[in-house]
């Protein structure tokens, strides 16, 4: 069944007024009328009495339908599932009734000012189960941005929705199938059919219908039809079986027994909450040159690194991300490829924070002021990109926070600060926090902290290993932060136990790293995509990057160019969030001996970088293709539509995104199919299935579809034949035709 549109539903209308005292008299009179209509049509039927709504007074009671196991369901009632403004998302319930009668079920979408804003006629996809389900969407979709002239318009629509599961008996679908084997076996006709005439009138005057004068009309008509004896009983049949009347009951069904449940609440998110791509750079690296007279590097700062912000919006990325931009210490200072002794053109990790200049609330004076970092926010906000600020809760043994608050760090037996440890490793240069001595106070330094900065234009936070914090502590730190900001976000870099990555989504977390980089194989690709894009996204909106400062793969080690590619059409295909380290485009990908992480990595020196190199691997053009894909197509923007497709070769990952027309603002359907060589070294070929119903896609011809990377047009159908190799194609991006 396809959307329901009332035509005096709230979800048309784009004014309130209050009503004059003459149209409260017209439609006093007109309500009169009606009830007078339907006191006289359920007079005059002899038959069943239509169900009633039952009044639920208690959480408790069952009206006269049953709605339960609604999904997705809220943690105890208190964390709502979150969805982005503009996502479409689906809900689901069982709805059944007693012995043999039919059902209907309805979602009602309701704003945070209780308006109601959709209201949409689920679908029954498991009759054995009595599961029904229905596809939402919160507002429309937007890229405006919180400095935007026009964002106070999205703000409105902001915070939490509910979606009611309304249950009614379906007498008209009952009646219809008795009828029509009553007909065929002549088995008490006249009775069906003066029943189903009696239908029909009633439905015509029933107002929850929302019915138009021509199709009210049309009903009564038909009934008269039908009453008439003179006619055959299939002539009187065909006059409520038909289209026309199958439409109706599609769009603006006869309702019996309405019982509605409990509101479920949806958190809506501001954009980019979860539809977004991130783009990393380190601004010391950025106009960084070696000196040859004094033979060293000199680094780069605020105002070289606005070329970074350049690039990353060529690129179509949406949020630069900038590692920590607070003075570095120097006590046990780590040198190159995280070596204990410094030398003595060494930065220093940017993660060992803090100075005798300064700690979390000061510029690194190599970097620039605070002046300087605000014309570069200002410089990023022209090009349309948010600034991202990584915040990781440690010190260096010389921030200020070790001399001014002593009792927020271990103390050894010898009296000694104890370093970050993670047996065997162990980081010298950083303490990490205490928060068992003053966490209040804890939170209210870093919410000061974090208010300096959004004052100077960040709009989201990078937090690094929050899982390594109290989650409580989180949560009173972004509530009180979000409370004063609500646009701001929060990207958790947590690699941890599912239910730490869980209630980090409870808390405010809006989006998280995961464990893309290490899911490699098509078996645990199409596992991982249906966990990223399943039910758990109503909380954690996993963001893919295929390599960051602290990750690289063997799989992007060993796949050279074509590996790169393959990961980035995964990530930026695969969930609606993704993110890119640069560099990624100059192919670096040498390992540390034995670890999972670069040579000579970024974290520890400055690197020197020739951008021109770039264009002869086309990694920085395909990632600008994919990200222009991303706009343009409205599939992928959601957590909640994507299907794994079957295919015959083990090294070829396939998957689908579907959007109907109803919900991608468009008003035509959007589906995207990917298809993956995942052998950087090797040409595959296989087959891919696809049950063209799920996709609502036609199963009578081939349809035409457009690979958005090549412009190439193919048909497909039900099996499809492809062929991938690393040296011309590692993946087509396929887009349904028309």
Same mark, same amino acid.
């Given at each position: 069944?396809?959307?329901?549109?009332?035509?005096?539903?709230?979800?048309?209308?784009?004014?309130?007024?209050?009503?004059?005292?003459?149209?409260?008299?017209?439609?006093?009179?007109?309500?009169?009328?009606?009830?007078?209509?339907?006191?006289?049509?359920?007079?005059?039927?002899?038959?069943?009495?239509?169900?009633?709504?039952?009044?639920?007074?208690?959480?408790?009671?069952?009206?006269?339908?049953?709605?339960?196991?609604?999904?997705?369901?809220?943690?105890?009632?208190?964390?709502?599932?979150?969805?982005?403004?503009?996502?479409?998302?689906?809900?689901?319930?069982?709805?059944?009734?007693?012995?043999?009668?039919?059902?209907?079920?309805?979602?009602?979408?309701?704003?945070?000012?209780?308006?109601?804003?959709?209201?949409?006629?689920?679908?029954?996809?498991?009759?054995?189960?009595?599961?029904?389900?229905?596809?939402?969407?919160?507002?429309?979709?937007?890229?405006?941005?919180?400095?935007?002239?026009?964002?106070?318009?999205?703000?409105?629509?902001?915070?939490?929705?509910?979606?009611?599961?309304?249950?009614?008996?379906?007498?008209?679908?009952?009646?219809?199938?008795?009828?029509?084997?009553?007909?065929?076996?002549?088995?008490?006709?006249?009775?069906?059919?003066?029943?189903?005439?009696?239908?029909?009138?009633?439905?015509?005057?029933?107002?929850?219908?929302?019915?138009?004068?021509?199709?009210?009309?049309?009903?009564?008509?038909?009934?008269?039809?039908?009453? =008439?004896?003179?006619?055959?009983?299939?002539?009187?049949?065909?006059?409520?079986?038909?289209?026309?009347?199958?439409?109706?009951?599609?769009?603006?069904?006869?309702?019996?027994?309405?019982?509605?449940?409990?509101?479920?609440?949806?958190?809506?998110?501001?954009?980019?909450?979860?539809?977004?791509?991130?783009?990393?750079?380190?601004?010391?690296?950025?106009?960084?040159?070696?000196?040859?007279?004094?033979?060293?590097?000199?680094?780069?700062?605020?105002?070289?690194?606005?070329?970074?912000?350049?690039?990353?919006?060529?690129?179509?990325?949406?949020?630069?991300?900038?590692?920590?931009?607070?003075?570095?210490?120097?006590?046990?200072?780590?040198?190159?490829?995280?070596?204990?002794?410094?030398?003595?053109?060494?930065?220093?990790?940017?993660?060992?924070?803090?100075?005798?200049?300064?700690?979390?609330?000061?510029?690194?004076?190599?970097?620039?002021?605070?002046?300087?970092?605000?014309?570069?926010?200002?410089?990023?906000?022209?090009?349309?990109?948010?600034?991202?600020?990584?915040?990781?809760?440690?010190?260096?043994?010389?921030?200020?926070?070790?001399?001014?608050?002593?009792?927020?760090?271990?103390?050894?037996? =010898?009296?000694?600060?104890?370093?970050?440890?993670?047996?065997?490793?162990?980081?010298? =240069?950083?303490?990490?926090?205490?928060?068992?001595? =003053?966490?209040?106070?804890?939170?209210?330094?870093?919410?000061?902290?974090?208010?300096?900065?959004?004052?100077?234009?960040?709009?989201?936070?990078?937090?690094?290993?929050?899982?390594?914090?109290?989650?409580?502590?989180?949560?009173?730190?972004?509530?009180?932060?979000?409370?004063?900001?609500?646009?701001?976000?929060?990207?958790?870099?947590?690699?941890?136990?599912?239910?730490?990555?869980?209630?980090?989504?409870?808390?405010?977390?809006?989006?998280?790293?995961?464990?893309?980089?290490?899911?490699?194989?098509?078996?645990?690709?199409?596992?991982?995509?249906?966990?990223?894009?399943?039910?758990?996204?109503?909380?954690?909106?996993?963001?893919?990057?295929?390599?960051?400062?602290?990750?690289?793969?063997?799989?992007?080690?060993?796949?050279?160019?074509?590996?790169?590619?393959?990961?980035?059409?995964?990530?930026?295909?695969?969930?609606?969030?993704?993110?890119?380290?640069?560099?990624?485009?100059?192919?670096?990908?040498?390992?540390?001996?034995?670890?999972?992480?670069?040579?000579?990595?970024?974290?520890?020196?400055?690197?020197?970088?020739?951008?021109?190199?770039?264009?002869?691997?086309?990694?920085?053009?395909?990632?600008?293709?994919?990200?222009?894909?991303?706009?343009?197509?409205?599939?992928?923007?959601?957590?909640?539509?994507?299907?794994?497709?079957?295919?015959?070769?083990?090294?070829?990952?396939?998957?689908?995104?579907?959007?109907?027309?109803?919900?991608?603002?468009?008003?035509?359907?959007d589906t995207l199919i990917v298809v993956v060589n995942l052998d950087g070294h090797n040409a595959h070929q296989s087959t891919v299935h696809i049950e063209l119903p799920e996709l609502g896609l036609p199963t009578d011809r081939p349809v035409t579809v457009r690979d958005e990377l090549t412009g190439r047009e193919f048909q497909w159908g039900w099996d499809n034949f492809v062929s991938l190799a690393p040296?011309?194609?590692?993946?087509?991006?396929?887009?349904?035709?028309?």
């Amino acid at each position: 069944m396809g959307t329901m549109t009332a035509n005096n539903s709230a979800s048309t209308r784009t004014t309130e007024k209050k009503p004059t005292t003459a149209g409260r008299t017209r439609r006093s009179a007109k309500a009169s009328s009606a009830a007078a209509s339907r006191a006289t049509a359920k007079k005059a039927m002899p038959g069943e009495a239509p169900a009633p709504s039952i009044p639920v007074t208690s959480p408790e009671q069952f009206g006269r339908i049953v709605v339960m196991d609604i999904t997705p369901s809220a943690e105890q009632g208190v964390f709502p599932a979150r969805v982005e403004l503009g996502e479409p998302f689906e809900v689901t319930a069982q709805v059944f009734i007693e012995g043999r009668t039919k059902v209907g079920a309805t979602a009602v979408l309701r704003n945070p000012r209780g308006r109601e804003m959709q209201r949409v006629a689920m679908t029954c996809v498991n009759p054995g189960l009595d599961r029904w389900t229905a596809t939402l969407k919160a507002g429309e979709h937007s890229d405006l941005k919180p400095w935007d002239e026009d964002y106070p318009a999205v703000r409105r629509q902001l915070g939490e929705w509910t979606v009611t599961i309304e249950g009614w008996e379906d007498t008209y679908a009952s009646w219809l199938h008795d009828a029509r084997i009553k007909v065929q076996v002549g088995d008490d006709v006249e009775n069906a059919l003066t029943s189903g005439a009696e239908l029909l009138s009633r439905w015509a005057h029933t107002e929850d219908a929302h019915l138009s004068a021509r199709d009210r009309k049309h009903l009564e008509q038909a009934a008269e039809r039908m009453s =008439d004896r003179e006619r055959p009983a299939e002539a009187r049949l065909a006059e409520a079986d038909n289209p026309r009347i199958e439409a109706l009951h599609g769009t603006h069904p006869l309702r019996d027994g309405i019982a509605p449940s409990r509101p479920r609440t949806f958190k809506v998110e501001r954009p980019k909450s979860s539809f977004a791509a991130w783009y990393q750079f380190f601004p010391r690296s950025e106009g960084a040159y070696y000196d040859e007279e004094h033979g060293r590097i000199v680094q780069g700062n605020f105002r070289t690194a606005m070329t970074g912000l350049e690039r990353a919006a060529e690129e179509g990325f949406d949020i630069v991300y900038l590692p920590p931009i607070f003075p570095i210490g120097v006590t046990n200072r780590k040198g190159r490829n995280n070596s204990l002794v410094a030398g003595p053109n060494d930065p220093g990790s940017p993660f060992g924070i803090g100075s005798e200049l300064g700690g979390h609330d000061t510029v690194d004076p190599l970097l620039g002021t605070m002046d300087d970092f605000k014309a570069f926010v200002a410089r990023a906000h022209e090009l349309g990109l948010e600034i991202a600020l990584d915040f990781a809760l440690q010190c260096s043994p010389d921030h200020p926070w070790v001399r001014q608050h002593p009792n927020w760090f271990r103390t050894k037996p =010898d009296g000694t600060i104890a370093f970050a440890e993670n047996p065997p490793k162990k980081y010298q =240069d950083i303490y990490p926090i205490d928060f068992n001595a =003053d966490m209040p106070g804890i939170e209210r330094e870093v919410e000061r902290v974090m208010n300096l900065w959004i004052d100077a234009g960040v709009t989201i936070f990078r937090v690094d290993n929050p899982h390594t914090k109290p989650v409580r502590f989180w949560q009173d730190v972004i509530a009180a932060v979000t409370r004063k900001h609500p646009e701001v976000l929060f990207l958790a870099e947590a690699f941890t136990r599912p239910g730490m990555m869980r209630a980090l989504s409870y808390v405010g977390f809006t989006q998280s790293h995961c464990y893309f980089p290490w899911r490699n194989t098509k078996e645990e690709l199409a596992e991982y995509l249906g966990e990223t894009n399943g039910d758990g996204a109503y909380y954690q909106h996993n963001t893919f990057w295929p390599t960051t400062p602290d990750i690289l793969t063997a799989y992007v080690r060993d796949n050279g160019i074509a590996g790169h590619a393959v990961r980035a059409v995964l990530a930026a295909m695969g969930s609606p969030s993704w993110g890119i380290y640069n560099g990624y485009e100059l192919i670096e990908n040498r390992q540390r001996p034995g670890f999972e992480e670069q040579i000579d990595n970024e974290k520890y020196e400055i690197k020197v970088r020739d951008w021109k190199e770039a264009d002869k691997y086309g990694i920085a053009e395909l990632l600008g293709a994919l990200n222009e894909i991303r706009r343009r197509h409205p599939a992928t923007r959601s957590y909640h539509n994507l299907t794994v497709l079957p295919t015959s070769d083990p090294s070829i990952l396939a998957f689908a995104r579907h959007t109907p027309a109803e919900l991608t603002g468009t008003g035509q359907a959007d589906t995207l199919i990917v298809v993956v060589n995942l052998d950087g070294h090797n040409a595959h070929q296989s087959t891919v299935h696809i049950e063209l119903p799920e996709l609502g896609l036609p199963t009578d011809r081939p349809v035409t579809v457009r690979d958005e990377l090549t412009g190439r047009e193919f048909q497909w159908g039900w099996d499809n034949f492809v062929s991938l190799a690393p040296w011309a194609d590692v993946a087509h991006i396929l887009s349904v035709q028309g």
